[in-house]
């Protein structure tokens, strides 16, 4: 056993020299990134970049499948992808994600995007009022039909909109408008009572007006995120090694609420969700000061401190039978037959 504990221990080391012969040019394609935002699935730069190798896996009995995942923000990639065969014969899934605070998952729910447009008739709106259909107004009412549902959803559901059309002139009453919206619940059950809900809320406004409505919800939901746990505790140690103390969302006060389309994948294979302390507490994701802080020496040691606590982490479930096996049998018990894809 202690032979065993040497032989991991070694291959540890070997991991963290690697990244931190390259730790440079792991920061260097950071900032590369950094500086050419991409969105959606025209994130070609970021995937040339992040094509890199593992030196360790054949030593650990493993093997290690590198996904450059496009489209999370908007496009579910991952989804795209494990529709054609990413994740065959893939035991887990791993990613970190940037955050004010280490912890050991983010708070993922489940969310589906949501468009609506309104169609009404157009008028002079001094000359001829009375012929017109105000599409706006109807949009209008059917966002404060929303805001008054939200007094009686759920703590932990969301729903968030904002106008995509809104008219042309002031003095023309607007034939057409739209909106999109994320609507976000604890899981896909949960999501699935929600959505006619905030449909029909949206859907009174054209009543109320007179006009035509019409939806789409858009592909798949993005899934709750399904932590598998014995996973998590091996990264938890290893983040350790290297100096980080990862903890439960909620325990010091911090957690991250989000959607991502890692929580789909979460339900197909075991997986983790981590987030890596790269800002100061309290800055919030996916703003401007997190934006600014993410090409500081704190966004850098959490590139490199990210990929080494995988690394080991990944040498842990190769090595390690047992793990193995734990892995796949609360994966089994705690992810339910749902359609995720």
């Known amino acids: 056993m202690e032979t065993m504990d040497t032989a991991v221990d070694e291959l540890k080391q070997q991991a963290c ?21 991409e969105q959606n699935f025209a994130e070609v730069y970021a995937s040339e970049l992040l094509t890199r190798t593992a030196m360790v896996a054949p030593q650990a009995g493993g093997r ?15 989804l795209v992808m494990a529709r054609n065969g990413a994740l065959n014969g893939v035991d887990v899934a791993m990613m970190v994600h940037s955050a ?30 009375e012929k017109g259909r105000n599409a706006l107004d109807a949009a209008v009412l059917g966002y404060m039909a929303v805001a008054a549902l939200r ?36 899981t896909v059950t949960t999501l699935s009572a929600l959505k006619p809900r905030v449909l029909n809320a949206l859907q009174s406004g054209a009543s109320a007006c007179g006009c035509g409505f019409s939806h789409e919800w858009v592909d798949t939901p993005y899934a709750d995120m399904v932590t598998n746990n014995n996973l998590s505790a091996m990264y938890v140690a290893n983040a350790s090694r290297i100096g980080r ?42 703003t401007v000061d997190f934006a600014r802080e993410s090409i500081t020496p704190m966004a850098g040691k959490a590139v490199i401190d990210g990929a080494k606590a995988m690394a080991m982490t990944a040498i842990d479930f190769w090595t390690s039978p047992d793990q193995q096996r734990a892995i796949a049998k609360e994966f089994s018990e705690a992810n339910a037959d749902k359609d995720v894809l």
Do not use: C
């Not at 103390?245 to 294979?269: E, K, Q």
């Open 100 to 129: 004010d605070a280490d912890l050991t998952t983010i708070d993922a729910i489940a969310l589906q995007q949501l468009v609506v447009e309104y169609t009404g008739e157009s008028a002079h709106a001094a000359a001829a009022p």
């Open 245 to 286: 103390s990862v903890t439960v969302p909620g325990s010091n006060g911090r957690r991250v609420v989000g959607s991502t389309d890692m929580g789909n994948i979460s339900h197909l294979v075991p997986s983790i969700h981590p987030m890596i302390a790269s800002a100061p507490t309290g800055t919030s994701i996916h």
């Open 151 to 186: 007094q009686h959803i759920l703590p932990t559901e969301r729903i968030h909109g904002i106008f995509t059309r809104a008219g042309e002139k002031p003095n023309i009453v607007p034939r057409d408008a739209a909106m999109e919206w994320y609507v976000r619940s604890d």
């Open 17 to 37: 020299e690697r990244i931190d012969a390259v730790a440079q040019q792991l920061i260097d394609v950071s900032h590369s990134i950094h500086a050419r935002p």
């Open 64 to 78: 290690l499948r590198y996904l450059g995942t496009p489209a999370e923000e908007g496009g579910g990639g991952k």
